[in-house]
């Protein structure tokens, strides 16, 4: 399950169409990107936030609002919700919230959580804007393209590039 791991970043890979789920630990927080697919997967990432948080605060990411991407959001209820202003104001919460229900009943998957839409706590809405966590920050541009609601991430000084479903390699 876990692709790559260096220098507190670790990125999960899911069974499912090799579906990557990242997280970021730093001396002040963890950070959860888009925690994917199946319930021993996401469990599997619970659990490795649990190894590292010693009472760090806890970030979830979300690089945009589809349904695959959402679908642990309420696996991390207690996270500091981060994502674009078009997630937050998704114009099709339901119709995504479906997908999960329909996915889920379709391979007769029983998930320990109600799935839910998440609810945006820090909320992305222009280029460039920042997020100063300790000595880290993180910024953010809007990359509407795959989805209008997309964001890049950019975490310093680390030099991690999270970009949810553009490809690029290590």
Known sequence: MIHYQKNGLTVFQSALWQTTSTVVE???????????????EIKAIQEHVEELNRNKEVYLLFTHGDFDHIIGYSAFLNAKVIASEGVSNHPAKDYKL?????????????????????????????????????????????????????????????????????????
């Open 98 to 170: 479906g997908l999960i229900k329909d996915f889920d009943r379709k391979y007769y998957i029983d998930r320990p959580y109600q799935p839910k839409f998440p609810v945006v706590d820090i909320e992305i809405n222009k280029d460039g804007q920042q997020l100063a966590l300790g000595s880290t920050t993180l910024t953010f541009y809007l990359s509407p393209g795959h989805t209008h609601d997309g964001i890049f991430t950019i975490i310093e000084p680390q030099g991690i590039w999270i970009a949810g479903d553009y490809p690029f390699g290590f």
């Open 26 to 40: 730093e001396d002040e927080f963890v950070l959860i990107v888009d925690p994917s697919w199946l319930p021993h």
